[in-house]
């Protein structure tokens, strides 16, 4: 069993950053395609980026060149560095782990940027 665990959203004015974490449990994390997710109130979940188990990663044409996403296979833990942030990327934010076929999701945290 998975267990995705999201921190470190909250409220930030426009143009500042915030760090997200997500801390797994498990042993498949080094294995795992891992994922940033977000739900904009009356949208649907769109994937922010995404990282390979070798590194790989992809981008939102959003947030490109803004958001860094990384990860610790040492610790399990995925990040989210996001700078510059804008309105716009107020949203809950969610991990997503994915092995087999099967993913798993946190409870999300929610970002919101505003002044």
């Known amino acids: 069993q998975v267990q995705l665990v999201e921190s470190g959203g909250g409220l930030v004015q426009p143009g500042g950053s915030l760090r997200l974490s997500c801390a797994a449990s498990?042993?498949?994390?080094?294995?795992?395609?891992l994922g940033w997710y977000r739900q904009a109130p009356e949208k649907q979940r769109e994937l922010v980026a995404f990282?390979?188990?070798?590194?790989?990663?992809n981008y939102a044409d959003s947030v490109k060149g803004r958001f860094t996403i990384s990860r610790d296979n040492t610790k399990n833990t995925l990040y989210l560095q996001m700078n510059s942030l804008k309105p716009e990327d107020t949203a809950v934010y969610y991990c997503?782990?994915?092995?087999?076929?099967?993913?798993?999701w946190g409870q999300g945290t929610l970002v919101t940027v505003s002044s």
């Open positions: 997503r782990l994915s092995r087999n076929g099967i993913g798993y």
């Open positions: 498990g042993s498949i994390f080094s294995l795992s395609v």
């Open positions: 990282i390979s188990n070798v590194g790989n990663t």
